[in-house]
Every structure is written in C-alpha cells, then in structure tokens.
C-alpha cells in the first residue's frame, strides 16, 4: 500500500507563496503520473497540476503561470510551488499517485493539508 504524505499548507495573505510537498512510501518514477487535486468547502474536488513519468507538466487554467508541479524521483517526493495566491485558491490540497492504466479515482491519495488565502 503507497502512503503519500502533504505538508507545507498553511494561511498566507493573498499575493503570497507557498510550497507544498508530497512524499512518497514507494518510489514515484514508476507511476503513470503524479497529480495536485484541491476541493474547497462545498466544491467538488478539481485537477490543480498533473507531472507524467517523462517530466511533462500541465496545468488547470485557474492557476496557470502562477503553480509550479515538480518532482525529485530521488526523494521520492512531488512539490507544487504556489505564488500570487489568491483568496480562491483556498481548499484542501490532495496528492495523488496514479498507476499505469488506471486513473486518478482508483489510485492513491494524502491526507491532504489546508491552503487558506486570506488577509
């Protein structure tokens, strides 16, 4: 069973940064791809930053130019580097991990950790 493990959510002014991070009990170079999902209070959960095995990225379009999804195989960990954050960008944020020929839904998910944009 893959454990993933979110930190470094918290409450910042909006306009400011933050970076989560996402470490995994396995080694994530042999998932499919590797995901930020959010889900604000009463939302549903939506897609914020998807990394694939060969490194290439993409983005939801609300937080396009301002995240940043990267990977350090090594460390088995996943970040996703948030700036000019804004008072909508407050929810949960998920990782995931998911396997080859599967999806999103049937692969692993953190615990997830609080991102509160707030003045």
């Known amino acids: 069973q893959v454990q993933l493990v979110e930190s470094g959510g918290g409450l910042v002014q909006p306009g400011g940064s933050l970076r989560l991070s996402c470490v995994s009990s396995q080694s994530i170079d042999g998932f499919y791809r590797m995901g930020w999902y959010r889900q604000a209070q009463g939302k549903q959960r939506e897609w914020v930053a998807l990394?694939?095995?060969?490194?290439?990225?993409s983005y939801g379009d609300s937080v396009k130019g301002r995240f940043t999804i990267s990977r350090d195989n090594n460390k088995n960990t996943v970040y996703l580097q948030m700036n000019t954050l804004k008072p909508e960008d407050t929810a949960v944020y998920y990782c995931?991990?998911?396997?080859?020929?599967?999806?999103?839904?049937?692969?692993?998910w953190g615990q997830g950790t609080q991102v509160t944009v707030s003045s």
């Open positions: 995931n991990a998911e396997p080859h020929g599967s999806s999103p839904e049937l692969g692993y």
């Open positions: 990394i694939y095995s060969l490194g290439s990225t």
